[in-house]
Each structure stands twice: as C-alpha cells, then as structure tokens.
C-alpha cells in the first residue's frame, strides 16, 4: 500500500510540468487527494485537492489558474499540471491521500524552476 509521486525535475520558467502520484493497494477516488508541497525553510503547505466523489477541485491562492489538479481512475493516478511556474514554486511535492485510519503520503518529488 503505497503512493509513489514522479515527474518532478528542472522547469524553466513559464515552461510546464506534470506530476504524477499512482497509489498501489488502495483507490485513489475512494476519498479525497491532494498535492502538497515543502519548500527549503518553510511549512509544507496545501497546493490542490481533488475529491474522490464528484471530482470537484481546491486549489491555493498561489497557484490558481496556473496549475490543474486531475484523476485517472483506471490507472489509479492523480495528476498536477503546472503551467507557468516561477521560482516561487521550487519546493518537493507530495501527494497525500487521507483514508480511514490512515494518512497516506508519498516520498516526495523535487521541483525546481529556474528563472
């Protein structure tokens, strides 16, 4: 039972990238998931959130209208596409999907974006 978050890598500003988080041993749109990220010296903070019923989304200030949040149910992946990153946004990310009894997170992927 796990969640395993890829894509993470160097971006240049304004450019794109897609994370991804694929869960084993359990389903992802059972309940809600979300995107969190840590940047060197801060709080991790909440980034987006995708719910497990209606797929309705929750994004941060910071990120709104720059990143989409998104679910594969049949490859049981939760997506984070970010468009136009800036610098403000190098952090490691990490998926986290809270389930009864447990919280479950992954190891993280680093995003870094040059300016």
């Known amino acids: 039972v796990q969640l395993v978050e890829s894509g993470g890598g160097l971006v240049q500003s304004g450019g794109s990238l897609t994370l991804s988080c694929a869960a084993s041993g359990f389903t992802l749109d059972y309940d809600a998931t979300a995107w969190f990220r840590q940047a060197p010296g801060k709080e991790r903070e909440a980034v987006s959130c995708?719910?497990?019923?209606?797929?309705?989304?929750y994004y941060a200030d910071s990120v709104k209208g720059r990143f989409t949040i998104s679910r594969d149910n049949d490859k049981n992946t939760v997506y984070l596409q970010m468009n136009s990153p800036n610098p403000e946004d190098t952090a490691v990310y990490y998926c986290n999907a809270p389930r009864p009894g447990r919280d479950y997170w992954g190891q993280g992927t680093l995003v870094t974006v040059s300016s």
């Open positions: 995708i719910s497990g019923s209606d797929g309705s989304t």
